[in-house]
C-alpha cells in the first residue's frame, strides 16, 4: 500500500510539474538545440544568412532549414541546407538529432572529414552530402543507419576504400559514391542490397573486376561504373538484369564481347554507354530490340564488322557514337535513320568506314546538330541537299578522299558553329555562301585542292576563333575583311598557298590572336607597324615569302612571342636589339635574308639551337656557339693617313704579283684538265671555303677512326674545324663515274633551299690534295646520332655498339621522324621554284641530330624540274630537268622509272612510301624473304586484313604491356601502314602526295598520344 501511495505522489508531482508554463522556448529539448547550435558554430561561411534565425529569439523547431516532429515536440526529424553556399565543418554534435530522419545538405562548401557519428542515427532514411568538399574515408558505421534509403556522396573528395559494410544496409534503395577518391574493388556485399535501384560510382579509382553478385540486384534500372581501372568482362550475368535503364561503364579496361541478345535481355535499355575500354566482338543487332534506347556510345573499342542496318527501328535515338574501331563497313546504315526523328548526334569517326556519302544522310532529323565522320575511307562528294541538316552546329568530314567541290548549298547550315573538311581532295573555289554561317568560330579547309581567291564574305563570320586555309592552292591577296575579324584567337593559317600582295594594315585588328601562319606564299612589301597591336601573338610565321624592309620595331610589344619565323624573305639592315629583350621566346628563325650588323648577346641569342641566322652573309658577333665573325670595331678602321698609304701601296704591289702568278697557274692547269672537266661551279661562291690542309687536319688526315659511313660517291668522316666545331666531311671518290655530277647536283641544290628538316651544307672545298690531283669535299653539320639506318638496322659501322644490335626507335619517335622526312620533301615538292626531286630516298640519307630531329641529306642525285609536276597524271606538261638523270637505290625506286618515265615528286612519295614501311616493320625492301612475287608494299597491304601485329618491328613489343595498350598500338599501325601503303601505289596517280602523308600521320600520332594519355601510360 505504501508503495502505492508513493508511486501516486510522484505522477502527481510529474502532472504539476508539466503543467507549469516555460519561461522561454529554449529550455524544451536542450540536446536537439545545443546540436543545431554546434552545427551553426561549424560554419564559418554564410553568404545568404540562412542561419541569421538560428538565435534565442525563436523555437529551433523555427529555423530555416529545421523540421521538427509533431509526435514529440521539439525532436528535430529533418534537416534541410540545400546550395545555400554553406561552408565549414560538418560538427559532429549533428549525431546527437537521434531523431533525424532527412539531412539534405548538397551543393554546399562543407570540408573536413563526415563525422562517424553519423552513424547513430539510427532513425535516418535520406543522408544526401553530395556536391561539398568532404575528405577523408566513407564513415564504416553508416552501417548502423539500418534505415537508410538514399545515401549520397557523390562529387566530394573522399579517398581510401568502400567499406564492405555498406552492403549490410537492408532498405538502401540508392548509392552514390561517383566523382571522389575512392579506391580498391567494388566490394562483393554491394550484392547484398536487395532493395538497390540505383548505383553511382563513377569517376574513381576503383579497381578490379565488376563483382558478379550484382547481377542478383533484379531491381537495379541504374548502374554507373564509368571512368574508373575496373578490367576483365562484364559478368554475363547482369545482362539478365530485365529492369536496367541506364547501363554505364565508359572509360575502363574492360574486355570482352556484348551478348548477341542483349536487346532481348535488357529490353527496357535507355542508355548504353560503353565506349573507351578494351570491347571486342560485334555490335549486336538486337539492340535495336530495345525500343525505348536513346543513347549508344561504343565508340574506342575495338568493334569490327557491319553496323546494325536497322537502327532507325529505335525511334527514340537521340546519340549514336561508333568511333575508334574497326567496323570496316559502308555508310548504308544511315538510310534507315531517316525515322530517328530526334537524332542529335551521329559519329563514326576512325572506323575504317569506306564507300561514299548515301544521299540519305540529307534526310536526317533536322535536330541533329553533330555529325563526325573524320578519319575514314569516305569517298565521292558531298550532296548539295546536306543543306536540310540546318540546325547542325559540328559538321567533321576531314582526312578522307572526298573529291569535287564544296556544295554552295553548304551556306544553308547556317547554325554550324565547327566545320573540318580538311585533308580531302575537294577542288574548285571556296563557297562565296560561306559567309552565311554566322555562327561559325571554327574552320578547317586545309589540305585540299582548292582554288581560286579567298571569299571576302568570311568577314561576315564575326565569331571565328579558328581559321585554317593552308596547304591549297588559293591567289590573289589576303582579304582585309578577314582581318578585320577580332575574333580571331585561336590560330589563323593562310600557309603554303600563292597569295600575293601586302600584308592588310587591319593585321592590327587581331588583337586576341595566338598563332597566325602566312608563310609560304608570295606577300610583298613590309610589316605593317599596325601588327604592335596583335599582344596575345604567341607564334608568327612569316617565312618563304617576298617581305622586305627592316625588321620593324612594331615587333617590340609582342612580349608573349614564343616563336617567330622571318627566314626566307628579303629583309635587311640591322637585326634588332629588342628581339633579346623577348623573354618567352624559344625560337627564331631569320635565315636567309639581307640582315647586317651584330647580333645581341642576350636573350634566345645565347641559345644556339633556337636561332637559325644562316644566309645572312654580313652578320657578325653574337654568342661564341653561333660561330659567327667577330665585329670590327669602329675605331680600326681610323688609322693614320701614313699607314693607310703604306698598306694601300704594299697591298696593291702584293695583288699584282699574286696574280701574275695566278695567272700562270690557271694557264698550265687548263691545259691539263680534260674537256670533260669544265663544269661550272660558280655557285660555290656562296659557301665558305676551305682548303685540303684545313680537312686533313680536322679529320686527322682522314683516319679510320673518323670514318661514319661510305655511299656511291664519297666517304663521310667525322671532323673538327678550328678545335672547336665538329663537322662531317663527304669526300668525293672522283674515280668513281658521276661523282662530278652528283657534287655539283648537291652544291646546286643545297645551295637554293633551307629547311630545318634538310642538312645543312656548311662549306665546300674544290682543291688539289698534296698528289697534285683533283679533290672535292662537302661540309655539313655533324649529325650526332648518325643515319636512321643505324637505328633501324645491324650497326656495320663504328665501334659504340659492340654487340651489333639496333638501338630502338620507340613509337612515338618513329612518327616525329616520319613526319620530319615527310615534311622536308614537302617543302622540296612545293616549298621550292623550281621544284626537286630528291630521288634517292632511304634511312641512310636520313640523318638524326641530338634532339633526334631528321634531317634528309644526299642531294647527289636530285633532280631540280623547270615546272612543277602534274600531280594528277604524274607527267610533266613541260620544261626541262637541270640534272641528267636518277637512278636512285634499289628497292626505293618507282617503277615508272625503270619504264622510262620522266622524274616527278610522285616518285619521291612512292620512296617515302616505302621508307615508311621499312621504319615500322624493319624489314628492307630488298629482303629475300620477299621473292619475286612480293615487295614490302604487297608484304605489308596483305597484313593489313589481319595480321598487322605479325610484322610490326619486334622492338616496338617492348612498348606492349596489358591488352588495351596492345590494341593502341595495333590501330596506330594499322593507320601507318595504310599511309606508306597509300604513297607507294604502283601506278603514281594513285600514290598518296606528302602533304596528305604529313595530315595524316600528324592525326595518327595526335590519336595515339591521346589514348596515351587518357590510360595514363
Known amino acids: 500500500m505504501a508503495k502505492l501511495l508513493f508511486l501516486m505522489l510522484n505522477f502527481a508531482l510529474l502532472w504539476w510539474w508539466s503543467s507549469i508554463p516555460s519561461p522561454c522556448p529554449c529550455s524544451q529539448n536542450q540536446t536537439d538545440r545545443f546540436a543545431l547550435l554546434s552545427f551553426r558554430n561549424a560554419i564559418h561561411a554564410d553568404p545568404f544568412g540562412v542561419l541569421s534565425s538560428w538565435n534565442d529569439s525563436t523555437h529551433h523547431c523555427e529555423w530555416q532549414g529545421v523540421s521538427c516532429s509533431k509526435r514529440h515536440p521539439g525532436r528535430v526529424t529533418s534537416l534541410v541546407q540545400t546550395s545555400q553556399g554553406l561552408g565549414g565543418f560538418l560538427s559532429p554534435h549533428i549525431g546527437n538529432l537521434s531523431f533525424l530522419r532527412v539531412i539534405m545538405l548538397q551543393n554546399n562548401s562543407f570540408c573536413g572529414e563526415i563525422p562517424s557519428q553519423i552513424g547513430n542515427l539510427f532513425r535516418l532514411n535520406h543522408l544526401n552530402l553530395s556536391k561539398n568538399s568532404f575528405g577523408g574515408p566513407i564513415p564504416s558505421n553508416l552501417s548502423h543507419c539500418l534505415n537508410l534509403e538514399t545515401l549520397d556522396l557523390i562529387n566530394n573528395q573522399l579517398v581510401q576504400g568502400i567499406p564492405s559494410n ?234 578522307n578522299f572526298l573529291t569535287g567541290c564544296i556544295p554552295d548549298s553548304i551556306g544553308a547550315l547556317y547554325s554550324l558553329q565547327e566545320v573540318f573538311l580538311a585533308g580531302n581532295m575537294f577542288t574548285g573555289e571556296i563557297p562565296f555562301s560561306i559567309g552565311n554561317m554566322t555562327l561559325l568560330y571554327l574552320l578547317d579547309l586545309s589540305s585540299n585542292n582548292l582554288q581560286g581567291y579567298i571569299p571576302q564574305s568570311l568577314g561576315n563570320c564575326m565569331q571565328l576563333i579558328g581559321l585554317d586555309l593552308s596547304s591549297n592552292n588559293l591567289i590573289g591577296s589576303v582579304p582585309v575583311e578577314i582581318m578585320g575579324l577580332f575574333s580571331l584567337s585561336i590560330a589563323f593559317s593562310l600557309a603554303h598557298n600563292n597569295l600575293s600582295g601586302s600584308l592588310p594594315l587591319q593585321v592590327g585588328s587581331l588583337k586576341n590572336l595566338a598563332i597566325l601562319d602566312l608563310s609560304y ?134 695583288l699584282c704579283l699574286a696574280l701574275l702568278f695566278l695567272s700562270i697557274f690557271c694557264y698550265h692547269k687548263k691545259k691539263q684538265m680534260p674537256t670533260n672537266a669544265s663544269t661550272s661551279l660558280s655557285f660555290e661562291n656562296q659557301f665558305l671555303r676551305i682548303s685540303y690542309e684545313e680537312l686533313l687536319r680536322a679529320t686527322d688526315r682522314f683516319s679510320e677512326t673518323n670514318l661514319i659511313g661510305k655511299g656511291r660517291y664519297g666517304t663521310v668522316y667525322k671532323g673538327i674545324l678550328d678545335g672547336c666545331a665538329t663537322v662531317a666531311v663527304k669526300v668525293l671518290n672522283l674515280t668513281q663515274r658521276g661523282a662530278s655530277r652528283s657534287f655539283v647536283s648537291e652544291c646546286r641544290t643545297l645551295g637554293t633551299i633551307r629547311h630545318r628538316n634538310l642538312m645543312k651544307i656548311l662549306s665546300v672545298c674544290s682543291s688539289i690534295d698534296f698528289h697534285g690531283n683533283d679533290f672535292k669535299a662537302l661540309i655539313y653539320e655533324f649529325m650526332a646520332n648518325e643515319s636512321l639506318e643505324e637505328w633501324l638496322h645491324f650497326r656495320t659501322i663504328g665501334q659504340d655498339d659492340e654487340s651489333g644490335e639496333s638501338r630502338n626507335l620507340r613509337l612515338v619517335q618513329r612518327l616525329n621522324i616520319a613526319i620530319d622526312i615527310a615534311t622536308a620533301i614537302e617543302y622540296l615538292h612545293k616549298g621550292c621554284n623550281p621544284a626537286i626531286v630528291h630521288g634517292d630516298l632511304k634511312p641512310s640519307n636520313v640523318l638524326l641530330d641530338n634532339d633526334m630531329v631528321a634531317r634528309v641529306g644526299d642531294f647527289g642525285l636530285a633532280k631540280i624540274i623547270s615546272t612543277v609536276s602534274i600531280e594528277a597524271t604524274g607527267v610533266h606538261s613541260q620544261g626541262s630537268s637541270i640534272s641528267t638523270a636518277v637512278r636512285g637505290s634499289i628497292g626505293y625506286v618507282p617503277p615508272e622509272y625503270g619504264m622510262g618515265h620522266k622524274v616527278s615528286t610522285l616518285g619521291d612519295a612512292y620512296s617515302y612510301g616505302i621508307l615508311l614501311l621499312e621504319m615500322f616493320t624493319g624489314k628492307r625492301p630488298t629482303e629475300e624473304t620477299f621473292g619475286h612475287s612480293l615487295n614490302l608494299h604487297s608484304f605489308v597491304q596483305m597484313a593489313l586484313q589481319d595480321q598487322v601485329m605479325e610484322i610490326v618491328d619486334l622492338s616496338l613489343w617492348s612498348e606492349a604491356g596489358d591488352q588495351q595498350q596492345n590494341i593502341k598500338i595495333r590501330d596506330c599501325m594499322i593507320s601507318i601502314f595504310e599511309v606508306g601503303v597509300a604513297c607507294s601505289m604502283e601506278t603514281p596517280t594513285d600514290r598518296m602526295d606528302m602533304t596528305k602523308a604529313i595530315k595524316r600521320l600528324c592525326s595518327i600520332k595526335a590519336s595515339y598520344e591521346t589514348k596515351e594519355r587518357r590510360t595514363g601510360k
Open 166 to 399: 555498406l552492403g549490410s544496409l537492408p532498405r538502401l534503395i540508392f548509392l552514390g559514391l561517383a566523382k571522389n577518391s575512392l579506391v580498391g574493388p567494388i566490394p562483393p556485399s554491394i550484392g547484398n542490397l536487395s532493395l538497390l535501384q540505383q548505383l553511382s560510382m563513377s569517376h574513381n579509382m576503383l579497381c578490379g573486376e565488376i563483382p558478379k553478385e550484382l547481377s542478383r540486384r533484379e531491381r537495379l534500372i541504374f548502374l554507373q561504373l564509368s571512368y574508373n581501372k575496373l578490367i576483365g568482362e562484364i559478368p554475363p550475368s547482369i545482362f539478365n538484369i530485365s529492369r536496367i535503364i541506364s547501363f554505364w561503364v565508359s572509360g575502363n579496361q574492360l574486355t570482352g564481347t556484348i551478348p548477341s541478345d542483349i536487346g532481348t535481355t535488357l529490353p527496357s535499355l535507355r542508355d548504353f554507354v560503353a565506349y573507351d575500354n578494351l570491347l571486342t566482338g560485334t555490335i549486336p543487332s538486337s539492340l535495336t530490340n530495345a525500343t525505348s534506347l536513346e543513347t549508344l556510345e561504343l565508340q574506342n573499342n575495338s568493334f569490327h564488322g557491319p553496323i546494325p542496318k536497322n537502327l532507325g527501328r529505335l525511334k527514340s535515338l537521340r546519340f549514336i557514337g561508333l568511333g575508334f574501331n574497326q567496323l570496316q563497313d559502308d555508310l548504308s546504315f544511315i538510310s534507315s535513320l531517316p525515322n530517328c526523328s530526334n537524332l542529335e548526334e551521329l559519329s563514326v569517326s576512325s572506323s575504317l568506314i569506306h564507300g561514299s556519302l548515301p544521299r540519305s544522310i540529307s534526310n536526317l532529323s533536322t535536330s541533329i546538330n553533330l555529325i563526325e565522320m573524320q578519319d575514314n575511307r569516305i569517298q565521292g562528294s558531298i550532296p548539295s541537299a546536306l543543306r536540310n541538316l540546318f540546325n547542325s552546329s559540328i559538321l567533321n568530314l576531314e582526312n
Open 521 to 654: 606564299n608570295r606577300l610583298s612589301g613590309s610589316i605593317p607597324t599596325s601588327i604592335s597591336s596583335c599582344l596575345r601573338l604567341e607564334r608568327l610565321y612569316l617565312e618563304a615569302n617576298l617581305f622586305h624592309g627592316q625588321i620593324p620595331e612594331a615587333l617590340r610589344p609582342l612580349r608573349g612571342l614564343e616563336e617567330l619565323d622571318l627566314s626566307n624573305n628579303n629583309f635587311s639592315g640591322p637585326l634588332p636589339n629588342f628581339l633579346a629583350e623577348l623573354s618567352l621566346l624559344k625560337y627564331l628563325n631569320l635565315s636567309f635574308n639581307e640582315l647586317e650588323g651584330q647580333v645581341p648577346k642576350g636573350g634566345v641569342f645565347l641559345n644556339a639551337s633556337a636561332v637559325s641566322i644562316s644566309g645572312n652573309r654580313k652578320l657578325c658577333g653574337g654568342a661564341p656557339s653561333l660561330y659567327l665573325p667577330i665585329c670590327k670595331s669602329p675605331s680600326s678602321n681610323k688609322s693614320s693617313s701614313t699607314k693607310t698609304i703604306v698598306i694601300t701601296v704594299a697591298a696593291s704591289s702584293l
